[in-house]
């Protein structure tokens, strides 16, 4: 840590990303970091290549995260969190692997550990806890708009202190956000308050889509394009479906196939987004990993290029061996 913050404070330019279609804790760990850094008189740019997910639009700052960057060369040091793998971070990947100093802060078991400076803590909850102790021990000031970018974070990635990652320093840290000003009932409003027609109307058809394998122990959500077209939502809409695959009764793995690019739902060569939720019994790190992806035990993702009838029996011969 202290290797990080000596590092960081005789940084100028900094780029600051995180991984393709973030969620709360991707773009909490952005926009906290981003914030301290700046009160240190920092130059940032923040950064992420995915549109936003409308539920965290409310974040303070949310606005000064870009998706293009016209050059990197500019910049004296990268920092990439809540990312397994420096590819993970999309087509800017390349580029950024020549920033100078690349620091890597994350807590995914699957972390191949690039980079020239490392803060990988899997025991952590969230990233977003790692960014705390960063920002703690850089002495500075947490302010509200820092607090609520945490507190989102750890929020959603212990599943409202649902999942197995919930610690007791995940909640220190957020009654200690708390305490700096942020509202709980305001940011659960925000974040699991009101849904948009067209989302219920693309929820009923990603339940309609649900498959159960022969063994009853995984349930596959599909996805694709149309559905999307049709009920005139966004990508950032599906945040949260696949919890209903998980739910079902007796499953084990829940996978949600989502369809990146194609639109034909035959299309040889389609590119497809894999999520995997378990329900504690099944690493579906381990099934990311061979895909190219990554995560945590529980909770884990991969992007694949495939014929979906070629995908969906990849998934079958999985769920023979669960």
């Not at 972390?111 to 020239?116: A, I, L, M, S």
């Not at 394009?225 to 084990?252: C, P």
């Amino acid at each position: 840590m202290n290797q990080i913050i000596n590092h960081l404070l005789k940084s100028k330019h900094v780029f600051l990303a995180t991984h393709v279609h973030p969620d709360g804790d991707a773009v909490g760990s952005l926009i906290a970091m981003g914030l301290a850094l700046e009160a240190l008189n920092k130059n940032v740019t923040l950064y992420n290549e995915s549109s936003l997910p409308a539920v965290y639009r409310f974040l303070p700052s949310i606005n000064r995260i870009v998706q293009h960057a016209n050059t990197i060369d500019d910049y004296d040091t990268a920092i990439i969190m809540d990312c397994g793998n420096l590819k993970r971070i999309g087509r800017l990947h390349s580029a950024i692997a020549r920033v100078p100093a690349i620091i890597n802060i994350d807590h995914h078991v699957t972390n191949t550990g690039f980079g020239h400076l490392k803060f990988i803590d899997t025991s952590a909850s969230a990233t977003t806890e790692i960014v705390y102790r960063l920002i703690s021990k850089m002495g500075l000031s947490i302010s509200k708009d820092m607090a609520t970018s945490i507190y989102t974070g750890i929020l959603t990635d212990t599943g409202s202190f649902r999942f197995s990652n919930t610690s007791r320093a995940a909640f220190d840290i957020c009654s200690e956000m708390t305490g700096l000003g942020v509202d709980p009932y305001d940011v659960a409003q925000h974040v699991y308050g009101t849904y948009s027609l067209g989302r219920i109307k693309l929820l009923n058809l990603a339940i309609d889509s649900i498959e159960i394998s022969k063994n009853g122990k995984v349930s596959v959500m599909t996805l694709y394009q149309s559905m999307l077209d049709e009920t005139e939502t966004n990508a950032e809409d599906i945040d949260g479906f696949i919890h209903y695959a998980k739910r079902i009764e007796d499953v084990k793995v829940a996978v949600l196939i989502r369809e990146l690019s194609g639109g034909k739902k035959k299309l040889p060569g389609s590119r497809y987004h894999v999520s995997l939720r378990s329900d504690g019994t099944t690493d579906v790190s381990k099934i990311a990993a061979s895909f190219g992806g990554g995560g945590h035990f529980s909770a884990a993702g991969f992007n694949i290029d495939s014929n979906i009838d070629d995908l969906k029996k990849q998934i079958s011969k999985l769920a023979r061996t669960i």
